[in-house]
């Protein structure tokens, strides 16, 4: 591995919540060292960042790549060079494919094929139950011997409540982490946008926000049962974070994570429609909005995520109700969080605290810093260049993205993975 040496760059340290001017020296794939001012002598290669922001590289948990099942949705080749280009350095992957990964051997084959073909590091996550049906729990403990790094259901959620706790049970047996999708199932089904005036003029079937924070309620009780390790997967209301706040106050092991989506959009964007605003769940008011950025900005909102859901034109171009839902956002996280910085919502810091450190702390990884000896998986962008997203330009195989069009700031000029350059805008 070549050594290197960024000089003039613009450190962003989520870690120390510090942004300023210094060098940051690799060796070895590693962080060697950083400081102020002017570099030191190295024989290592220089490259001068012209002020633009060096940082962690994103840890994005929640991404979906369509293998084994749906390849022409996303493989693990386009959904590797998607995240490279948007900084991310890390995708934790969802088993939600066909067939789920609930088995040590599918886990292999995945994993077998992001080791050949992804250029960034790929960690899976293998199903709570077999088949995502909630009714029998997978081998946990030999799915984490096949590298699970955690253990989720996604959207499916294991309504059977002896069930849940059996799986959380033997989840904190064997320390490992479970990951859940806060939502009431008998509410949510077959919603399609958010309880309210919008939705009511529209004529769309809604979920009221009162769902989420009953799904919490529960999954919170079954971990005083259990004391497992839990991470809920988005929070996207206002009403949840009550019941988060006294969950964590109380000194259970629990985190939160929201999407970029929720954090960036409202129930207006649907408009006239729009399939491609079609997340799950579903977009929410603006008010809700507003108390998530202020949740991850006092940390009671631990990570971001793309949630990236790659489908394709058919299961989009159909009428709202009918419509998939899922948005891709490998390559769009980025511009669309330096909305919150360009918003004065979110400073640098705390961004990357939620989409680097956050992330690798709870996965029990070593990234996510720009301390000595951390891996040097690191971005360099500028947080200030305009740009009009083309759709059709993403490196993913599906462009279901709901910035189609829309003028964004910021862009990313280089990629690193331990060291190693894998992506540089031409």
């Not at 982490?177 to 958010?194: D, F, K, M, R």
């Not at 829309?406 to 993975?417: E, F, I």
Request: a negative charge; aromatic letters at 6%.
């Amino acid at each position: 591995m070549s050594n290197l040496i960024f000089t003039n760059a613009r450190l962003i340290d989520p870690e120390a919540g510090t942004d300023g001017i210094g060098w940051l020296q690799v060796n070895d794939g590693r962080i060697a060292a950083r400081g102020e001012g002017k570099a030191p002598n190295s024989d290592a290669s220089v490259i001068d960042c012209g002020g633009q922001c060096l940082a962690p590289g994103i840890v994005d948990i929640g991404v979906k790549v369509c293998e084994p099942g749906e390849r022409h949705k996303e493989s693990y080749k386009s959904a590797g060079l998607a995240a490279a280009a948007g900084g991310v350095t890390t995708i934790v992957t969802r088993p939600d494919t066909l067939p789920a990964v609930d088995t040590p051997e599918t886990m292999e084959f995945a994993t077998r094929r992001a080791q050949a073909d992804a250029p960034v590091n790929v960690l899976p996550m293998a199903a709570l139950t077999k088949g995502r049906e909630g009714r029998e729990m997978t081998e946990i403990g030999f799915l984490q011997d096949a590298g699970a790094v955690a253990f989720t259901d996604c959207d499916h959620v294991v309504s059977n409540t002896k069930v849940f706790v059996r799986a959380l049970t033997y989840a904190r047996s064997c320390d490992a982490l479970v990951i859940a999708h806060p939502q009431e199932p008998g509410l949510s089904n077959g919603a399609a946008a958010t309880s309210g005036k919008f939705a009511a003029l529209r004529g769309l079937p809604t979920v009221s926000p009162m769902a989420e924070r009953m799904g919490l309620d529960r999954d919170i009780a079954l971990l005083e049962m259990t004391g497992a390790a839990y991470h809920a997967d988005q929070i996207t209301t206002a009403r949840a974070l009550p019941a988060l706040e006294r969950a964590k106050r109380n000194g259970l092991d629990i985190t939160a994570g929201t999407s970029i989506h929720h954090l960036t959009l409202n129930e207006l964007d649907v408009a006239d429609y729009r399939t491609f605003f079609k997340v799950k769940p579903p977009l929410r008011s603006e008010d809700d909005r507003q108390a998530v950025i202020e949740a991850v900005r006092s940390g009671l909102i631990d990570t971001i995520s793309s949630m990236h859901t790659p489908q394709d034109e058919e299961s989009k171009r159909l009428p709202f109700e009918e419509a998939a839902s899922g948005a891709v956002a490998l390559e769009t996280l980025l511009p669309a969080a330096l909305r919150l910085y360009h918003s004065d919502q979110l400073d640098l810091p705390t961004l990357f605290r939620a989409m680097a450190l956050n992330p690798a702390k709870r996965l029990g990884l070593d990234s996510g810093r720009l301390t000595e000896g951390a891996p040097a998986d690191l971005v360099l962008f500028d947080p200030d260049v305009p740009f009009v997203l083309d759709r059709f330009t993403l490196k993913s195989k599906s462009q279901n993205t709901p910035f189609d069009g829309q003028r964004m700031q910021g862009k990313v000029t280089a990629t690193y993975v331990a060291g190693q350059e894998v992506y540089r805008r031409a």
